[in-house]
């Protein structure tokens, strides 16, 4: 075997090392997203428990977190103020809760 043949063989090997740590390392950052994700849902399902009743409370306590208009009409923000006095959260977030605690 000739020098330049093993040393093919050594790149060649090398690069499936490559290919394979790069699979490794897609699959543990996609694990780290399950993980993570899960962790959210369970942290927003405790809050909705939380403040169960409190629907207000909660969109007050989200509302400076919350940025896409989407989000917060979820909650019940109506960033209009027109619409609410002193941009208070709308009474449809008890909908929302009761939508995902059945």
Same mark, same amino acid.
């Given at each position: 075997? +000739? &020098? =330049?043949?093993?040393?093919? =063989?050594?790149? $060649?090997?090398?690069?499936? !090392? &490559?290919?394979? #740590?790069?699979?490794?390392?897609?699959k @543990?950052?996609?694990? @780290?997203?399950?993980?993570?994700?899960?962790?959210?849902?369970?942290? /927003?399902?405790?809050?909705?428990?939380?403040?169960? /009743?409190? @629907?207000?409370? !909660?969109?007050?306590?989200?509302? *400076?977190?919350? +940025?896409r208009k989407?989000?917060?009409? !979820?909650? %019940? #923000? #109506? @960033?209009?103020?027109?619409?609410? *006095?002193?941009? &208070? *959260?709308?009474?449809? !977030?008890?909908k929302?809760? $009761?939508?995902?605690? %059945?």
């Amino acid at each position: 075997m +000739t &020098e =330049k043949s093993k040393v093919d =063989k050594l790149l $060649e090997k090398k690069k499936q !090392l &490559e290919a394979q #740590i790069a699979n490794m390392k897609a699959k @543990e950052r996609k694990e @780290e997203e399950k993980r993570d994700t899960r962790r959210k849902i369970l942290a /927003g399902a405790y809050l909705l428990q939380k403040y169960k /009743g409190r @629907e207000k409370e !909660l969109a007050k306590l989200l509302k *400076p977190y919350l +940025t896409r208009k989407h989000d917060k009409e !979820l909650f %019940g #923000i #109506i @960033e209009d103020d027109k619409d609410t *006095p002193n941009n &208070e *959260p709308v009474d449809n !977030l008890e909908k929302v809760s $009761e939508a995902v605690n %059945g």
